[in-house]
Every structure is written in C-alpha cells, then in structure tokens.
C-alpha cells in the first residue's frame, strides 16, 4: 500500500508545477470518491498552506453524493473518526491569509477541545461533476462555504487509490492543493 508520503514525495512545489500536474491527470467519478480518505496537504506556497496540518485535518468521507464529511479529525483516542462542521471552524479561513501566523501554530488541542461545539450534526457537503479548467470531474461543494473541492486521479490501483485534490475558494485566486488516499481503516463515530 503507498502511503501518504511517498505520495508527495516527488510532489509540484509550486502553484504552476501542481496546476500542470492536475491538469494533466485524469477526471473522476464521483462514485470512485465514495468512501473515506487521509488527506495530506501539498505545499505550493499558498496562503493556506500548513493550516490543515496545524488543525490536525485527518481527510474526507464521502457516503453517497448527499453525504459528505468534508473535515475528519481523530477521536481523543485515536481509534476512530469524527466529522467536524466547517463553516463555524473554518468560514473565516481568509483570516490565515491576513495574519499567517495563525497556520504556524498547532491547535489541533483546541479543535478536540471544542468537539462538542465543533461537532457536525449531519453532512457538511455534496459530490457533483462539476467542469473545472475544462474537465468535468467530481467535486465536493460545501453546503455553508463559498469553497469547491475538485478532484483528479492520482492512482487507481487497487489498495492505493489516490487523488489530487484542489479547493477552489472564493476570494483566493489560487487554488490550494491536498492529496487524498482511499483509507478505510477508521470508523466514522
């Protein structure tokens, strides 16, 4: 099984190398992205890079197109999963872009602190074919944020599925890339 890191070992550094790499890749079902995925984010010099990482982001489940867990954290224990709501923990994501420090700090304890605040009561997201730099291809669109999450195919070898991912946030010219690995090993509680 290829894990994450040997994913992004030969990973784009740049905004114009991953943009080349994603246009080059292959669309996506939205069916191939039903399960639940670790997710890795791909630093290409955007303003968000290293935010993901410093909330202690884990990945996505997708259980059909009307549901979807755009935002997975690990149980306290770490021997499950949990889905958190995006819009109150994250609507003010244009904040990383104005003071950067923020993403240089880790607050994955704060986040697991306020879990029961924090906490989604159902779906966050949808997963649709949408058309994104000419290739239809599935996306996750949030339901209470102005963000899009397309998605090409990285490896679709049995075991080692892998997508490149790119949000598409209003507001940010740049799309800011994530790497997502079929990863069925944690229960969603």
């Keep these: 099984m290829v894990s994450l890191p040997d994913v992004l070992s030969d990973a784009p550094t740049t905004t114009v190398d991953a943009l080349a790499l994603f246009d080059f890749l292959p669309a996506v079902d939205p069916e191939f992205m039903i399960g639940t995925w670790h997710g890795a984010e791909l630093p290409t010099g955007h303003p968000l890079d290293g935010m993901l990482a410093a909330s202690g982001w884990w990945g996505?489940?997708?259980l059909d197109g009307e549901t979807v867990h755009p935002l997975l954290f690990r149980t306290?224990?770490?021997a499950a999963?949990?889905?958190l709501n995006p819009a109150p923990a994250f609507g003010g994501l244009g904040l990383a872009t104005?003071?950067?420090t923020v993403k240089r700090h880790n607050f994955a304890g704060v986040i697991a602190a306020l879990k029961p605040v924090l906490q989604a009561r159902g779906p966050k997201a949808r997963?649709?074919?949408t058309r994104y730099r000419g290739v239809d291809t599935a996306t996750m669109i949030y339901d209470?944020?102005?963000i899009?999450?397309?998605f090409r195919l990285l490896d679709d070898t049995a075991g080692s599925e892998t997508v490149l991912g790119a949000m598409d946030l209003r507001?940010?010219?740049a799309p800011y890339f994530f790497v997502l690995h079929r990863d069925d090993s944690l229960r969603l509680v």
């Design 60 to 62: 996505k489940a997708f």
């Design 76 to 78: 306290s224990d770490g």
């Design 81 to 83: 999963l949990w889905a």
């Design 98 to 100: 104005r003071i950067p």
């Design 127 to 129: 997963l649709r074919t």
């Design 144 to 146: 209470q944020l102005p």
């Design 148 to 150: 899009n999450d397309v």
């Design 171 to 173: 507001g940010i010219r």
